[in-house]
């Protein structure tokens, strides 16, 4: 069957929770996941809602391969409008929890209105009831989880939460499962905040049946066999991780370094995931303990680190001497390299904070950097940090704003709003490397020309994981091409997007696309749901839901003028490495990428592309 | 010709024992082509998955021709992606 065919629809300010049949004929066109959620929030709320009122809504959403043998099906998605960006926001998770939800027999969770006191959510199988919270609000995610699992007596029990970030209302608040694992980005966690909902907590016994369980066992086995035998997801990811881009990115000069005013970073080498494999000189352990899966995952790509107890960090704080959830390549970038520090067990321990209190480390640390050189420049006074010296390269500035964002208190409540605010605020806001408000990951787009494009066009702002051409333009996945040249950068970023949506729609992780192809994860879709989902089929629906979610920002106010990026980026050039002498040439990539959508030149979808994909 | 080496990931393990960290210094004959330094050291071919000369990337069927000058760095990664 792929989906259950329930919802269940909780209504916060009456404190209901109701059963309802899953629209199917939405199902039909939009997969699952993101592309579904999105239907239901472009449906049932005003685009222009304040995302922090209670007329915005907050989706849980699986896909039909969530829970399911597939490998890797173990996704979920919170679907939302952003405080950060104002846009669409829609932030993925793995771990457990969302097979869990699947278990218990629900496709999604619809959340709506606005509770009068905290609560939680416990869903048991068909059961859900809403919770008293008062006793957890002001508690972090770590403290949270366990405390909900002891209380219900059920440690078999998955919990999502939001730390003291989502309810102090920083803009880039994630929801964290399984303790460490997040659906960070664009703020999502901040909208739970203002619902007054401090978790979900999900117990299921119902399993999962696809609509040909013979097919289906086929066509997954045949899946885990190529990413077993392919020598990225079979060897390099378990062993390495995210974190072996660091001295890759940095070595073709596209690390974007201190705010970005640098493309390569001379520390490069001592955060990366190398350098988490090598014994510390302190103790003679490695910062790297094991690679960990998420549920259903035959990949193993996530981190677990111990931090070194002697570090300055931890030296008296023994609760984090255990073993958690390590730097991946983003978080290493955006709190290291972006900041300019090269102390891995400091970075270890900001990202400890950050999922203990559940905000977003890119973000964060974009945040700090961009804090650091209007500090450098004399924008921000020691006044306005209460003295904290925040120059480029200073541990002590980056883990003491890391511990007062968690807090909201003195300067992180600035540091909480991002970076767009803080550069405004202070009279720079061209210092702020983001898009629509959201902070870049760790591509330069200089370095990388289609990362350009990639940013400006992202619907949930500035990110990578709405269409990765990192993989084509570094790593020739699944062909080469050349980072510095836009020819034919358009229809690589447009195809990469389409696909993306319907990965993310589907239940599965995206880094399976750098084994699989569509013709690998079609015959799965086809064996788990109902209906046609046929490769074409597949890349349209993709493409429906790009558009729908573009329909949604322009109704938002989004406009043409948003599909840009920072100064820096367009007329700042490239100081070292192959890119030296370049700018991002978003200008010769963007008119072609509204072409070949089928946009006017103000970068609306016509009515014949409306029409064409059923919108 | 002295050029620095730069092995990365598994290919690490084909680091010269004077390397630091990932890096070594390789005093090589003049007119030393990518594929031939690498071969040097012994990696295999099939496993240099992303060479660089540079930060350039240099394609399987180009290293057997690009000959190294005094100060290049070349660096090598078994198959890896990230995000």
């Known amino acids: 069957m792929g989906w259950h065919g329930k919802i269940l629809r909780v209504d916060l300010s009456k404190g209901t929770c109701k059963a309802e049949d899953l629209n199917q004929e939405w199902a039909r066109n939009y997969l699952g996941q993101r592309g579904l959620a999105t239907k239901y929030l472009c449906e049932e709320t005003d685009p222009k809602v304040d995302p922090l009122s209670p007329d915005n809504k907050l989706i849980f959403a699986t896909g039909p391969l969530t829970g399911s043998m597939a490998s890797t099906g173990g996704r979920y998605s919170v679907i939302t409008k952003g405080p950060l960006t104002n846009c669409i926001a829609c932030s993925n998770s793995g771990g457990y929890w969302g097979a869990e939800l699947k278990f218990a027999g629900w496709d999604m969770v619809i959340l709506e209105g606005k509770s009068k006191k905290p609560v939680y959510l416990f869903i048991s199988d068909d059961e859900a009831t809403l919770m008293p919270a008062d006793d957890l609000w002001g508690k972090s995610v770590w403290e949270t989880e366990p405390t909900i699992k002891a209380r219900l007596q059920d440690p078999q029990i998955r919990v999502t939460s939001i730390g003291r970030a989502g309810e102090n209302g920083v803009l880039y608040a994630g929801i964290i499962n399984d303790l460490h694992r997040a659906a960070g980005r664009s703020g999502v966690g901040a909208v739970m905040g203002s619902k007054n909902l401090k978790a979900i907590a999900v117990r299921g016994t119902k399993g999962d049946k696809p609509h040909d369980p013979k097919a289906f066992m086929e066509a997954t086995v045949a899946g885990k066999k190529v990413l077993a035998e392919n020598a990225v997801t079979g060897q390099g990811l378990p062993t390495y991780g995210t974190q072996v881009l660091m001295n890759v990115i940095n070595e073709i000069g596209a690390m974007p370094t201190r705010n970005w005013r640098e493309v390569q970073f001379d520390g490069a080498a001592a955060i990366s995931g190398e350098a988490m494999h090598e014994p510390r000189k302190s103790d003679g352990k490695a910062n790297l303990v094991t690679n960990q899966a998420c549920f259903g995952c035959t990949i193993a790509c996530g981190r677990i680190s111990k931090i070194d107890e002697e570090h300055f960090t931890v030296k008296t704080k023994p609760e984090y001497w255990h073993a958690s959830g390590g730097v991946e390549y983003e978080a290493a970038w955006a709190l290291g390299s972006d900041t300019g520090i090269d102390d891995l067990e400091a970075l270890t321990y900001a990202n400890y904070l950050c999922n203990e209190d559940g905000f977003d480390p890119i973000s964060f640390g974009a945040t700090v950097a961009a804090a650091m050189e209007l500090y450098e420049m004399g924008a921000i006074t020691d006044k306005d940090t209460g003295g904290i010296e925040l120059k480029f390269g200073s541990v002590e500035a980056l883990t003491t704003l890391t511990e007062l964002t968690a807090k909201g208190e003195g300067f992180g409540k600035e540091i909480g709003l991002g970076s767009k605010r803080l550069c405004e605020k202070y009279g720079h806001p061209d210092l702020s490397m983001t898009v629509k408000g959201q902070e870049f990951p760790a591509y330069d787009a200089r370095g990388i020309q289609g990362m350009g494009l990639t940013y400006a066009t992202s619907n949930r702002g500035a990110c990578h994981l709405r269409s990765y051409t990192v993989a084509s333009e570094v790593m020739g996945i699944p062909e080469k091409t050349d980072p510095l040249v836009t020819d034919g950068k358009a229809g690589l970023v447009m195809a990469f997007q389409d696909a993306t949506a319907v990965v993310d729609s589907s239940g599965l992780c995206v880094f399976v696309t750098f084994a699989w192809s569509m013709e690998d994860i079609a015959p799965q879709i086809q064996a788990a749901c109902e209906g046609d989902w046929s490769v074409e089929n597949l890349l349209l629906t993709g493409e429906r839901i790009w558009n729908l979610e573009r329909k949604y920002n322009l109704s938002a106010g989004m406009t043409a003028k948003d599909d840009t990026l920072p100064k820096r980026l367009l007329k700042e050039a490239a100081k070292t490495g192959p890119a030296k002498g370049k700018v991002n040439d978003l200008g010769k990539m963007l008119p072609e990428y509204y072409e070949l959508r089928g946009w006017t030149t103000e970068g609306v979808p016509t009515n014949e592309t409306l029409d064409r994909l059923a919108l | ?83």
């Open chain 2, 1 to 83: 010709m002295k050029i620095t080496l730069k092995l990365f990931a598994l290919l690490g393990r084909y680091l010269p024992k004077d390397a630091t960290g990932n890096e070594a210094v390789l005093d090589l004959a003049e007119g030393t082509t990518a594929g031939e330094a690498l071969h040097h050291v012994g990696v295999p071919g099939d496993l240099a998955h992303l060479v660089l000369v540079n930060g350039v990337y240099l394609a399987p069927s180009e290293r057997s021709g690009k000959v190294l000058t005094e100060g290049d760095a070349l660096a090598a990664w078994p198959p890896v992606a990230g995000g």
